[in-house]
């Protein structure tokens, strides 16, 4: 492991790039309704919090066109050189990418229309500070949409086995060992409310996925490449993991078998005009 990748809990490396990848892609429905229900709309000014290697971003620089702007700030190096590099490879004078923690968020205040964070309130070390930033930075009537879990061990594999249950406490625990919250999705909405922010909505989002989806790779390409760290890291035993190996193997040919994704919410937050 390099330098890099210990920046962050999941990695840089190259699988996990392409991971978020397939990830954004799998998760797509939800993330334009999140932003839909935000009122992101062409001509503003975005801000994607903690947006890895941008997948996301691009896709509201295309929402808010030639006449908006979207800033990606993300602690990796590695995902921010991506980023910027794909930027002039296509060309995109509407994106920025900026390398800072988000402890130390300074966008300039009242600059922003909207702001995006998802899968990442759960990596950070105080939630409740990165949320304050971000609302400072918001303009009166701006949103703060946050996608998240809300119950990381509510992952079911069906029918149970009890390998897939083990495997996700100590995944949940290792995110926690890291400094993170697992289920921050509970938090969000109070820490928006101490922000400063009017809580708008708080939608659910849990889906449930058969074998042979694209959704049932989600979880698998996460397993892939987190749990032999884990593993090596100690915090997975060799026999749970692959008992979990064998339990997912069995799954994947069975008819009747289904996956139900973390529990997530999706929170709507906006700044008082
Ligand atoms: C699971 S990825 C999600 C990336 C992106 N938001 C998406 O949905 O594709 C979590 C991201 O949070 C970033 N991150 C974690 N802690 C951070 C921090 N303290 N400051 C800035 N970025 C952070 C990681 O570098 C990583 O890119």
């Not at 210990?6 to 939800?30: I, K, N, S």
């Not at 062409?42 to 996301?56: E, F, I, K």
């Not at 919250?181 to 909505?201: F, T």
């Not at 193997?249 to 709507?268: E, G, I, N, S």
Request: glycine share 10%.
């Amino acid at each position: 492991m390099t330098t890099e990748d210990r920046e962050y809990v999941l990695g840089t490396h190259d699988a996990e790039l392409r991971r978020l990848g397939f990830q954004h892609q799998v998760w797509a429905g939800p993330t334009v309704a999140a932003w839909e229900r935000a009122g992101f709309a062409p001509g503003q000014r975005l801000l994607d919090v903690g947006c890895g290697p941008g997948y996301a971003t691009f896709d509201l620089a295309d929402l808010v066109g030639e006449r908006g702007h979207v800033l990606g700030v993300d602690v990796s190096q590695r995902f921010v050189a991506h980023l910027d590099a794909e930027r002039a490879r296509r060309g995109h004078a509407n994106v920025e990418a900026r390398l800072q923690d988000l402890a130390a968020l300074d966008v300039a205040p009242a600059s922003v229309d909207g702001a995006w964070a998802r899968w990442v309130l759960c990596f950070v070390r105080d939630p409740a500070a990165v949320t304050a930033r971000v609302a400072r930075a918001l303009r009166p009537g701006g949103a703060f949409v946050v996608m998240d879990y809300v119950h990381y061990e509510g992952f079911a594999l069906a029918p149970g086995g009890g390998a897939a249950a083990r495997v996700i406490s100590a995944v949940a625990e290792s995110f926690r060992r890291a400094g993170g919250d697992p289920n921050v999705g509970q938090s969000v909405p109070a820490h928006m409310r101490d922000a400063g922010l009017v809580v708008e909505s708080v939608e659910s989002v849990v889906r449930a996925a058969r074998p042979g989806t694209a959704l049932w790779e989600w979880p698998w390409s996460f397993f892939r490449n987190f749990l032999p760290g884990l593993v090596a890291a100690g915090g997975l035993s060799a026999e749970d993991h692959a008992a979990f190996e064998r339990e997912w193997a069995a799954r994947a040919d069975d008819p009747a078998a289904f996956l139900l994704t973390p529990p997530m919410v999706v929170v709507v937050g906006r700044k008082p005009r």
